[in-house]
């Protein structure tokens, strides 16, 4: 028998309410005597899904109560729609549950450069594999990722200040190129604890973002676990729409 079926859609939709409220509350230690609308505003830039469905979560609050009377979930003077209940119920699961990026949009097969190799070697890596961003590694550790656009980048400018094309390919590192850059904001390490709705908020607070790269805990010392890239982006909403 369904769970939901002995239960009322003013019931399912208070649950599911409850569980948003309290959710939010704890994950973001907000005052516990917070306001529903004003804890979604609050929250829209710390959380990519009720930024996408704050319009709606705002709308539910105002339909909360008109489904009670006087605060008391007991004496329930409305029932919510069924497409409502349905709605609120996926929210509820996207910010409750949320899927792992590693688990569904990630990247798996990792490809990795040593930072001593030249950038000729970086070049044709880029090329034979398909992948346009590439963790380089030192000792061990995470020390950049090659991108095609920063390549292309540092290239143009080397040959700018008077630099010839040849060199550059046969004598730069990939280390040197990574450590003449002005900022490293366009890569990312993460846990593998990461949902895809943390993966969409880093994009979309940092438009430079390239690519995050998955390891066990986070650590750049750590072997990468997967990479997900902004060309994934667009598979992660759908992934979230459809679950």
Known sequence: MDKNEKKSNAQRFLEAFNNIDYYIKTRYDFNRAMGFSELIRKSVVLNFTIRKYEDDLIDYGRLRNAIIHNNN????????????????????????????????????????????????????????????????????ELIGVANGQKILDSMGKFMLSGGKVEVFLSSVKIED?????????????????????????????????????????GEKNQLPLGIMTGADVLKANKILEQY
């Open 73 to 140: 979930e007991d004496i329930v003077i409305a029932e919510p729609h069924t497409s409502v209940v349905e709605k609120i119920e996926h929210i509820e699961k996207l910010l409750t549950t949320p899927p792992k990026a590693l688990d569904t949009v990630a990247r798996r097969d990792v490809l990795t450069i040593s930072a001593d190799k030249s950038m000729r070697d970086v070049i044709k890596a880029i090329s034979s594999s398909g992948y346009s961003n590439l963790p380089v590694y030192k000792d061990n």
């Open 177 to 217: 190129m990574l450590s003449k850059l002005e900022n490293s904001n366009y890569y990312v390490v993460a846990p593998a604890s990461y949902t895809i709705e943390q993966c969409l908020n880093e994009f979309n607070n940092n438009h430079k973002l390239m690519a995050i790269l998955f390891t066990k805990s």
